[in-house]
Every structure is written in C-alpha cells, then in structure tokens.
C-alpha cells in the first residue's frame, strides 16, 4: 500500500481509538460485582451478576480493540499498515474501511482461522 493510502486511514484510526478511550474511560456501574449482603432477593443477585458479567467481557473486548487500532497506528507510522505480513499482498481497502485494525488480507486471515 502507497505512504499516501496509509496516511488517509490514519485519520480514520485515530477517531476510532480516540472515541474508544473515551467509552472506556466512562466507568460502568453495572461492572461493580454484586455485593453478597445487599439485600435483594436471588433472581435479582443472579440478573445482577449477570449484567457484571456482560459488562466485564464488553470492557476486554473494548480493551482489545484498543490495543489492535494502536498496532495499527503503530504500522502507519513504520509504513508498513495495509501489507499482509503472511503473503506481502496488500489488504483490501474496503478490508480496512471497514476494518481498520486487520493485520492480514482476506485469505491469510481466512487460512489462519481454518488452522
């Protein structure tokens, strides 16, 4: 991928991350575990603990997608973002629009999942 393409999704990852440190900053007061003396009664301990739960996984995966989008702005800057590091081909760009964190090109990626 040209210096030039590379440059133009830097804008996009830098919104993306931005407004992802951003949600994560927010606190979250569903991901507060569920005290075992508050007096509510067992389904609500359970819905509870439910809701903890779900807030705690969407938190790593936010985490996780910050990490990806700042090794994707890292890759902008070395000039190597939108190369396949498995083939050397270059990603798709409608691959990166809408993925803007993807490291390998359809078929790597694909070839990767499939073991």
Not at 4 to 29: H, Y
Not at 89 to 105: G, N, Q, V
Request: hydrophobic letters at 35%; a negative charge.
């Amino acid at each position: 991928m040209q210096r030039t393409e590379q440059l133009k999704f830097r804008s996009l990852v830098t919104a993306k991350l931005e407004a992802l440190r951003e949600s994560l900053a927010d606190e979250d007061p569903t991901a507060v575990p569920v005290k075992p003396d508050n007096a509510i009664g067992r389904l609500s301990r359970v819905d509870a603990m439910q809701q903890q739960q779900m807030a705690v996984e969407t938190r790593r995966q936010r985490e996780a997608l910050r990490s990806r989008l700042e090794r994707a702005l890292s890759l902008i800057e070395s000039g190597d973002y939108g190369t396949c590091p498995r083939c050397e081909e270059d990603i798709s760009t409608k691959r990166l629009e809408a993925m803007p964190d993807a490291i390998f090109c359809i078929s790597c990626a694909e070839a990767i999942e499939k073991g």
